[in-house]
């Protein structure tokens, strides 16, 4: 079996899975075939490290040659010791892992998120570490943040802050939760109404839609002073209509954002 399809290969027990043969072909041209390929690179973080739960986590850029004479530009995450308990994983998982489970979801069921392109994860022979990898790829345009200081006046965004809501609203439906659905984790083409989330780290699924919505907006709406009313209506429109009790809830806790 060449290294392009042994990383094409799930059935296998090993600690590096590609999910796409482009991405897998890109890898193995470069010769990054094992966890210990991309665990070892330079830890060029592209910010300072995470440093909690007794572990860390950073993040780093990887530029890969495509067919095209390009580079394809993708972000390596790596994690060691960081972990949390659910019932899904009761002896515990680190939380690299839970972010793989919902962006593999998330690719079946089509919400808005960054694309998953490889994942790994092992304990360390050595020292018995739990370690972990993700390689996603990177988004073609900016988070909702960093238009803060751009726009004053949303009023021509309204029909894609309204698509935007709606892609949201999908993931709800589904009753799953973000975790931490912040403007700075919510990346937008203002053009087009396309979204995508990142950091699914804390995502996890509730036993109802509205719960999952209400716990995602409620941590939106504390971050989102700086947008107009109106283009906050525009984004939660669709919320708004499909769960009513939802509407009174957020109205009572955020009274000046619902006019």
């Given at each position: 079996?060449?290294?392009?399809?042994?990383?094409?290969?799930?059935?296998?027990?090993?600690?590096?899975?590609?999910?796409?043969?482009?991405?897998?072909?890109?890898?193995?041209?470069?010769?990054?075939?094992?966890?210990?390929?991309?665990?070892?690179?330079?830890?060029?973080?592209?910010?300072?490290?995470?440093?909690?739960?007794?572990?860390?986590?950073?993040?780093?850029?990887?530029?890969?040659?495509?067919?095209?004479?390009?580079?394809?530009?993708?972000?390596?995450?790596?994690?060691?010791?960081?972990?949390?308990?659910?019932?899904?994983?009761?002896?515990?998982?680190?939380?690299?892992?839970?972010?793989?489970?919902?962006?593999?979801?998330?690719?079946?069921?089509?919400?808005?998120?960054?694309?998953?392109?490889?994942?790994?994860?092992?304990?360390?022979?050595?020292?018995?570490?739990?370690?972990?990898?993700?390689?996603?790829?990177?988004?073609?345009?900016?988070?909702?943040?960093?238009?803060?200081?751009?726009?004053?006046?949303?009023?021509?965004?309204?029909?894609?802050?309204?698509?935007?809501?709606?892609?949201?609203?999908?993931?709800?439906?589904?009753?799953?939760?973000?975790?931490?659905?912040?403007?700075?984790?919510?990346?937008?083409?203002?053009?087009?109404?396309?979204?995508?989330?990142?950091?699914?780290?804390?995502?996890?699924?509730?036993l109802f839609p509205q719960w999952a919505a209400y716990a995602d907006l409620t941590q939106f709406l504390r971050r989102?002073?700086?947008?107009?009313?109106?283009?906050?209506?525009?984004?939660?429109?669709s919320h708004m209509a499909t769960m009513p009790g939802l509407y009174k809830r957020l109205q009572k806790r955020f009274s000046h954002r619902f006019q």
């Open positions: 079996m060449d290294a392009v399809a042994a990383l094409l290969d799930q059935s296998r027990s090993r600690d590096l899975t590609v999910l796409k043969r482009s991405a897998a072909q890109q890898l193995a041209d470069a010769g990054y075939t094992r966890f210990d390929d991309l665990w070892g690179l330079p830890q060029d973080f592209v910010e300072p490290a995470n440093l909690r739960r007794n572990g860390w986590s950073g993040v780093s850029i990887l530029k890969l040659p495509n067919e095209q004479g390009q580079q394809d530009t993708y972000f390596l995450k790596r994690q060691e010791n960081q972990s949390r308990y659910s019932l899904r994983y009761p002896s515990g998982a680190l939380t690299y892992r839970y972010e793989a489970d919902a962006l593999r979801r998330a690719a079946t069921e089509g919400w808005p998120s960054v694309e998953l392109v490889a994942y790994g994860f092992r304990v360390n022979p050595d020292n018995s570490a739990s370690q972990g990898l993700l390689l996603t790829r990177a988004l073609p345009y900016p988070s909702l943040s960093s238009y803060r200081e751009q726009i004053s006046d949303w009023t021509p965004y309204l029909p894609q802050l309204r698509r935007i809501g709606e892609q949201l609203l999908a993931m709800h439906l589904s009753r799953w939760q973000h975790g931490a659905l912040f403007p700075a984790h919510l990346f937008v083409d203002l053009n087009t109404g396309e979204s995508r989330l990142i950091d699914f780290e804390r995502a996890r699924r509730r989102t002073d700086w947008l107009p009313n109106n283009a906050l209506a525009a984004l939660l429109e």
